[in-house]
C-alpha cells in the first residue's frame, strides 16, 4: 500500500489549510489513519487518527477544536481539516496507515504499518 499526501504550504497565522492522503495499491481491511507532524528538531508526534470501522477520531491536546480528521472509504482518502494554524503547527505532516485496526483506541506510532512521504506546513507569524 501506497500513501500519497499532498496539501501542505505556506499560509498566515489563523489561517487554513486541507491536507489529504490517499492510499493505492492494495487494500485496507479495516483500517485506522492517522496525521503525525515532525519540526525541525523535534520528535515526530500523533496529531490526529480516525478508525475507519466507526469514524471514532482522537486527536492531540496540541490541535484538538482546531483540526478535523475525516475519511472518504470510497475514495481510500482521508483528510486533515486544519483551521487557526499557528506558527507552532510548522512541520512536515505525514500520513500513515494501520492495515487491520479491528477493536483497537488509538494506535501508538509503532503500530503503523505504512507511511507516506511528508508534506511541508508553514504557518507564517
Known amino acids: 500500500v501506497q500513501l500519497q499526501a499532498s496539501g501542505g504550504g505556506l499560509v498566515q497565522t489563523g489561517g487554513s489549510l486541507r491536507l489529504s492522503c490517499t492510499a493505492s495499491g492494495g487494500t485496507l481491511d479495516d483500517p485506522a489513519m492517522g496525521w503525525f507532524r515532525q519540526a525541525p528538531g523535534k520528535d515526530r508526534e500523533r496529531v490526529a487518527c480516525?478508525?475507519?470501522?466507526?469514524?471514532?477520531?482522537y486527536y492531540s491536546d496540541s490541535v484538538k477544536g482546531r483540526f478535523s480528521i475525516s475519511i472518504d472509504n470510497a475514495k481510500n482518502t482521508v483528510y486533515l481539516q486544519m483551521n487557526s494554524l499557528k506558527p507552532e503547527d510548522t512541520a512536515i505532516y505525514y500520513c500513515a496507515a494501520v492495515g487491520w485496526a479491528t477493536g483497537w483506541g488509538n494506535p501508538e506510532q509503532h503500530d503503523y504499518d505504512f507511511w507516506g512521504q511528508g508534506t511541508q506546513v508553514t504557518v507564517s507569524s
Open positions: 480516525i478508525l475507519g470501522s466507526d469514524g471514532t477520531t
